[in-house]
């Protein structure tokens, strides 16, 4: 069973479009949604989360359209409890809304992040409200965690032990996760597949290691980089003293040294195409 | 078990996961029905996604390295000493295709390699 | 349901406590003044500041987000700010009711100044959170506290000057003052008829 579906779904702003939007997360797997700042990831995501209504498409999570809430984690890219409360609050609040609300496990995670019971949250640190929000999401029967840009911003101490948990979350194979982030960090080492989404539309979205074995960058002249299939080349940066490409390996003269890419070079590339 | 995997190799990562636990099961490190671990605790382990683990131990697999028994995980197969032969050859072969380069690169004749080998099989 | 009011009054905590103290002090000072108008205007104004306090606090903190993704229905996100007007209505309004009128049945009066002027401040009480809540959903609380001010000022003159101008209006009026128990129905069923308006107008927002 799939964890997500969308297709085709679009949303139109007054300065902004989101067109054509489809990708799947199969259950057991992780999406890591990436793109700058303003492509369209949150929006994605809002959707997805009915914060928003699409104007075309179909979105469906656990295979419906109207999925059971208690089942879905989702952490912000703030914390959206109001602070004048407590983590000890937002526990009370989680366990009279949830059925499947877990006392134990939040009270441990508490202590495994080493948050402060009877702080209030004004007075946490941003890793910590992002702690106490991944605390709360996964502490009810999540099968599903959705995350927006929760993990920027964080130091990579903090990352690291972020990624323990994901990583720990993800050993049961009815779990599924959907991460969309602008920086592309360490936290992609878990992501099976990524989504690229440019200027409101989906530019790839495959399986990560394809992606990158896909990909690679050519350091070379004008003279070089003329004489290559022009379908070869997904974009270039030029500097006074060099050229640098991103191309597609099985395209390119296998004479040419290729050099493996990074998400973030996928990036800067496909942004500098467009 | 020891794997180390490397991101500036340019090798993917899977095919260093398979290439290491088949060196780990060549060199009797790991024997018959030793339990591997599952493919997700793997992914936790060296910090990659599960796809990439999954593919590694159905290559493993495919090549009757490994056996999966579905709900109890991945086990060494039975040595089949064919194959473990057939693999070691793969890798003479081609560390040997590695050695005729450099001797090519370097003006050696096939007589000064053959004499070379000699001395090193007979360990001087 | 539980969880929502829960999480309001958790989060108003301070604020609750702040009031209770002033209601205190103002119930004193009206005991002793033997003027309770005052303390009870600052009970009507009170009970329309909870929902509105709350919903600035959900605004501040995108409360609205984490919400709309917990397993609880959509509309109780408004039923619950209701709820919690109406909490504070039942909670100031009935003992202090009560107290009137125990005291008027011991002094062997049947209905008292007091107890007339605390129907009358609790209905329009309601009827002022009845315009002022859907005004906070549809326009947020910065734009909506000042466009219900606006409301109220314009009704403030001008009912008063039809008021003057109508004379069956004016019986009708003096009818309903003694007949306040009309009054407090009329306000509770526009309280509900706000709470379906702000539903409908919820269920059409969209959230960043």
Avoid at chain 1, 213 to 242: I, K, M, P, Q, Y
Wanted: hydrophobic fraction near 45%; include cysteine; glycine fraction near 6%.
């Amino acid at each position: 069973m799939n964890a997500i579906e969308l297709e085709h779904v679009s949303k139109h702003f007054s300065t902004f479009t989101l067109d054509d939007i489809s990708f799947t997360v199969p259950m057991g797997a992780v999406m890591g949604l990436i793109g700058e700042n303003g492509a369209g990831k949150s929006t994605t995501l809002r959707l997805l989360l009915g914060l928003a209504r699409p104007d075309g498409g179909e979105i469906r999570v656990f295979g419906t359209d109207n999925p059971d809430k208690e089942h879905i984690g989702v952490v912000f890219d703030e914390c959206c409890f109001p602070e004048t409360l407590s983590a000890r609050d937002v526990g009370r609040v989680l366990a009279s809304a949830y059925k499947t609300w877990l006392p134990d496990t939040y009270a441990a995670y508490l202590r495994r992040f080493q948050l402060p019971e009877k702080k209030k949250i004004k007075d946490y640190s941003r890793g910590m409200k992002m702690k106490l929000s991944i605390a709360a999401a996964l502490s009810h029967d999540s099968r599903l965690l959705v995350l927006d840009e929760a993990t920027s911003g964080l130091d990579p101490v903090v990352r690291d032990e972020i990624l323990d948990i994901f990583y720990d979350f993800m050993q049961d194979e009815q779990h599924a996760i959907l991460m969309s982030s602008h920086i592309t960090s360490d936290l992609e080492r878990i992501c099976d597949y990524i989504t690229f989404i440019h200027q409101g539309r989906i530019r790839f979205s495959e399986e990560k290691d394809r992606l990158l074995s896909r990909f690679g960058v050519l350091r070379c002249d004008e003279t070089t980089l003329r004489a290559l299939d022009s379908a070869a080349v997904h974009g270039v940066r030029r500097t006074n003293v060099s050229v640098e490409a991103l191309v597609e390996r099985e395209r390119v003269p296998a004479s040419l040294t290729v050099d493996p890419v990074t998400l973030d070079e996928i990036m800067v590339f496909t942004a500098k195409e467009a | 078990m020891n794997l180390i995997i490397s991101n500036a190799s340019g090798q993917p990562i899977y095919d260093q996961i398979t290439s290491q636990i088949k060196g780990l099961i060549l060199s009797g490190e790991l024997h018959a029905g030793d339990a591997l671990p599952s493919m997700r605790a793997l992914a936790k382990d060296l910090r990659i996604s599960v796809i990439t683990t999954k593919r590694a131990y159905e290559e493993l697999e495919r090549d009757g390295f490994l056996v999966s028994i579905p709900g109890k995980g991945s086990f060494v197969a039975q040595a089949n000493l064919e194959l473990v032969r057939e693999e070691n050859l793969k890798q003479i072969e081609s560390r040997m295709q590695e050695c005729i380069a450099l001797a090519a690169q370097s003006g050696l004749s096939l007589n000064d390699l053959c004499e070379i080998l000699t001395i090193l099989y007979k360990g001087e | 349901m539980r969880a929502l009011l829960l999480k309001d009054i958790l989060t108003l905590r301070k604020t609750l406590i702040t009031y209770i103290g002033f209601m205190v002090l103002y119930f004193a000072i009206g005991l002793y003044s033997d003027n309770s108008a005052f303390f009870l205007a600052f009970v009507v104004l009170m009970c329309n500041m909870l929902p509105m306090n709350a919903l600035a606090y959900d605004e501040r903190f995108h409360w609205d987000r984490m919400g709309l993704c917990l397993p609880v229905p959509q509309h109780n996100l408004v039923l619950s700010k209701y709820v919690l007007s109406l909490l504070g209505f039942v909670v100031s309004s009935l003992p202090l009711f009560l107290f009137y009128r125990i005291a008027a049945q011991i002094s062997g009066q049947p209905f008292s100044e007091e107890q007339q002027v605390i129907l009358l401040l609790t209905a329009s009480g309601l009827i002022l959170a009845s315009i002022q809540l859907p005004m906070l959903f549809w326009l947020g609380t910065e734009r909506g506290r000042f466009v219900t001010i606006a409301i109220f000022l314009l009704f403030g003159i001008s009912v008063p000057a039809i008021v003057m101008g109508l004379g069956p209006i004016e019986s009708a009026l003096a009818w309903l003052m003694t007949h306040l128990w009309v009054v407090l129905l009329i306000g509770l069923a526009l309280f509900c008829l706000s709470a379906l308006i702000s539903i409908a107008i919820y269920s059409r927002k969209e959230f960043n």
